[in-house]
């Protein structure tokens, strides 16, 4: 049987509120209990910067930084893999940035740590994915294409400084020889982006169909509403960019009115329908929204399996929470059938007794770690 690949060591310096944390693993699940406020989550959000992206809350780099103290944050873990450890970092640059080492050296790039781990995580903020703002949905959708294709993080993130641009320029009123070059930067970035995700619905919607005798949890149908207006889209990278650049050179006069940029791959929301109900998600109960969104993240997760060759580690805050004990021990059972090292957090350690010795627990009191 193939080792399942799992953190072994992870060390936090002036993270949040852990001046310093040191945690020795095995590769079973990894159950956090404590009462709110004492950590719990900030522990998931420093292994959730070891990706691309700003982890699970999004956050700026620079908040990341412990109070009272002139270390700069830092995130270090030792990740056992089948050709052996790989020690991976990353920690605070002076302009607000971060840096990345693995191995003892620097990373050619942020995505260099996606070939040892990927990761994915739910938490109680995302409870009201299916009915808040679509940018929340997108977000999403983008951190599952960023598990499969690392570089998408990036391309999502220069498409937006360059949307940004291009809104400066039509306000000024600026050279249409400067707003064709950003366009085009534009166009490329926005057809990638596109096709990043259309691909990755496409791979996870078929897996979804061939599990969806599973009654454990709900299952998800899902579609992006249309990129252009009249729905029909190009079916290569190069037709989908010079139909951008048209699209954004034609509403020039518009978007300078609006003030924003009115058309592209930013206004995309993901629709997500209860399959076996046939009805929007949006419109289930609290529950089967909670169970809908936990069996996408454990399908996405073995797409990931599949496409990738990594099982990604999964995040887990307080999820256990509004589960009842059948659909706990459900999830508990699903996790364990991926195959991969799991964080789970609660304030109630009795939610976590399922789990047995395939667990190890650890309390979490202000910023400190104990065996539980």
């Known amino acids: 049987m193939p080792m399942i690949r799992h953190i072994s060591r992870l060390r936090l310096t002036a993270f949040r509120n852990y001046a310093s944390a040191a945690l020795d693993l095995d590769s079973r699940h990894v159950v956090l209990t404590g009462p709110n406020g004492s950590g719990k989550t900030n522990l998931l959000e420093a292994i959730s910067v070891l990706s691309p992206g700003r982890g699970l809350r999004g956050a700026s780099f620079e908040t990341l930084q412990g109070l009272g103290t002139d270390l700069p944050w830092a995130v270090a873990a030792t990740i056992e893999t089948d050709a052996g450890p790989a020690d991976i970092g990353t920690g605070a640059l002076p302009d607000g940035g971060r840096r990345v080492r693995i191995n003892g050296a620097n990373a050619r790039s942020i995505e260099a740590m996606s070939d040892y781990l990927r990761v994915l995580w739910l938490t109680p903020s995302m409870d009201g994915l299916f009915t808040g703002p679509a940018g929340d949905r997108r977000r999403f959708l983008d951190r599952l294409v960023t598990t499969l294709i690392p570089a998408h993080s990036a391309a999502v993130g220069d498409f937006d400084k360059a949307m940004r641009q291009r809104n400066k ?73 010079a139909l951008l650049m048209t699209r954004w050179q034609g509403l020039r006069g518009l978007d300078r009115a609006a003030g924003r940029t009115t058309l592209g791959p930013h206004r995309v929301d993901l629709d997500v329908v209860y399959a076996q109900k046939g009805v929007p998600a949006g419109l289930g109960s609290t529950g089967e929204q909670k169970a809908l969104l936990i069996g996408l993240i454990l399908a996405h997760a073995r797409l990931v399996r599949l496409r990738t060759g990594i099982v990604p580690f999964l995040l887990l805050d307080e999820i256990a929470a509004h589960l009842d004990a059948d659909r706990r021990r459900a999830l508990f059972q699903a996790l364990d059938g991926l195959e991969t090292q799991c964080f789970l957090t609660g304030t109630d350690p009795v939610l976590f007794e399922a789990l047995g010795e395939r667990a190890q627990s650890i309390g979490v009191r202000d910023g400190r770690l104990a065996a539980a």
């Open 169 to 241: 320029l039509l306000d000024e009123d600026a050279d249409p020889r400067w707003l064709t070059a950003i366009e085009a930067q534009m166009a490329e970035l926005g057809a990638a982006i596109h096709l990043n995700r259309t691909d990755s619905l496409h791979h996870l919607q078929g897996l979804i169909a061939e599990s969806l005798e599973d009654g454990s949890f709900p299952a998800a149908r899902l579609s992006l509403s249309p990129l252009l207006p009249e729905g029909e889209e190009p079916a290569t990278s190069a037709a989908l960019e």
